[in-house]
């Protein structure tokens, strides 16, 4: 269990790619509808699209975990301060 703990970047960017390539290869063999721009400017558009996001999430959910363990404190809302307040 430590080793999957340990690589989870490479476990999430080895799936990353695997649903990819499927998706790739699903979109080349059947496409839908005729395509309106060229394939190469839309998958750029949508990988660039995919790693900002990535960015964002591991910037701002640290954070934002840290802004709710604060207002918690401030509230006396926390599991700790329920402990406390049922043993006085």
Do not use: Q, Y
Request: hydrophobic share 55%.
């Amino acid at each position: 269990m430590s080793g999957v703990l340990t690589s989870e970047g490479v476990l999430s960017l080895g799936s990353f790619l695997a649903v990819l390539a499927a998706m790739t290869l699903w979109e080349t063999l059947a496409p839908l509808r005729v395509l309106r721009m060229p394939k190469r400017a839309r998958w750029i558009a949508n990988l660039g699209l995919a790693a900002l996001n990535t960015l964002f999430l591991r910037l701002l959910f640290p954070a934002a975990a840290g802004g709710a363990a604060a207002t918690a404190c401030r509230a006396h809302a926390g599991a700790p301060d329920s402990v406390n307040r049922t043993s006085r």
